[in-house]
C-alpha cells in the first residue's frame, strides 16, 4: 500500500520537516494529489489490479474501474469521492476553489466536479481531448488548465523495456472560465509545445506549468526543461 507523507514547509530556510504519514488500506496506486485545506486532499488512483497481465487488460480495455479518493490527514478518513473512471491521472483545483478538475487519461477528458458536504464530488461539464491526457496545471492568474498529453500511451510503458522507442507529447492550453456554473461552456484549446519522443531532452511530457510566460516541462525519462512562450492565440 501507498502512503500520503505530511511536510512543514520553512519559506525562510526552504526546507521541509515531516510532520506525519498516512496510511490506508483504500491507499494504493496512488498517481497525483491536490489540497484543497490545510488537512484535506483529493487523489487520483493510477490503476486497479496489481497483476502485470491483468493491468494490461485493464488499460488497454479502458476498463472504469479506477476511483477518486478523499482523504483528512488530520482525522485519518479515507472514502471514495467518485467513482468508475478510466484511469484518472492529473487532479487540480479552480483558482477560486469552486471546482475540482480530474484529467482523465483513457477517457480523453478533463471533469469539472463540485465538492458535496460529505466531501463526494459531483460532475458539472466535461472537456474532450481526443489524446491520452496527463498531469494539469492552473494558471491563478486567468483560471486556465496546461495539460500535457500523450499520443500513444502504451510506448510509456515500453519505453521501460527499450529506451529507445519515443514517448509523443505535446501540451494544451485550456481557457476556463471558473465563474461559470459550467467552466469549459466557452473553452479554446491551443497546442503549445509539441515533441515527436526523438529530441533526446524531452521524451514523454507528463506535466506543464505555465507563469508568466515561461513554461516548465516536466518529462517522465529526460527531465526538466524551460521555455519562452512568446504568443498565444487566447
Known amino acids: 500500500h501507498d502512503a500520503i507523507e505530511v511536510f512543514q514547509y520553512d519559506q525562510t530556510s526552504l526546507s521541509l520537516t515531516h510532520v506525519h504519514s498516512l496510511k490506508h488500506n483504500m491507499l494504493f496506486g496512488l498517481n497525483n494529489l491536490v489540497a484543497v485545506g490545510e ?108 495539460i500535457s498529453v500523450l499520443h500513444q500511451p502504451l510506448n510509456a510503458y515500453r519505453h521501460y523495456e527499450n529506451f529507445s522507442v519515443p514517448v509523443p507529447s505535446e501540451v494544451l492550453h485550456i481557457t476556463v472560465n471558473d465563474e461559470l456554473p459550467q467552466p469549459f461552456s466557452m473553452s479554446q484549446i491551443e497546442r503549445v509545445f509539441e515533441s515527436d519522443g526523438y529530441n533526446k531532452h524531452v521524451n514523454g511530457i507528463s506535466t506543464g506549468l505555465y507563469y508568466n510566460h515561461t513554461l516548465l516541462l516536466g518529462t517522465m525519462f529526460t527531465g526538466m526543461m524551460v521555455c519562452e512562450v512568446n504568443y498565444l492565440l487566447y
Open 39 to 146: 488537512h484535506e486532499v483529493y487523489i487520483t488512483s493510477a490503476f486497479y489490479f496489481t497483476n502485470p497481465t491483468l493491468l494490461m487488460a485493464e488499460k488497454l480495455f479502458r476498463l472504469p474501474l479506477m476511483n477518486v479518493l478523499y482523504a483528512n490527514t488530520g482525522t485519518g478518513e479515507v472514502n471514495i469521492a467518485v467513482s468508475w473512471l478510466r484511469s484518472p491521472n492529473g487532479i487540480n483545483k479552480s483558482r477560486n476553489n469552486k471546482y475540482v478538475y480530474v484529467a482523465n487519461a483513457l477517457g480523453g477528458e478533463i471533469i469539472a466536479y463540485t465538492r458535496e458536504d460529505d466531501n463526494t464530488l459531483s460532475k458539472v461539464q466535461s472537456y474532450s481531448v481526443p489524446l491520452s491526457v496527463d498531469n494539469l496545471s492552473v494558471d491563478d492568474s486567468t483560471g486556465d488548465i496546461w
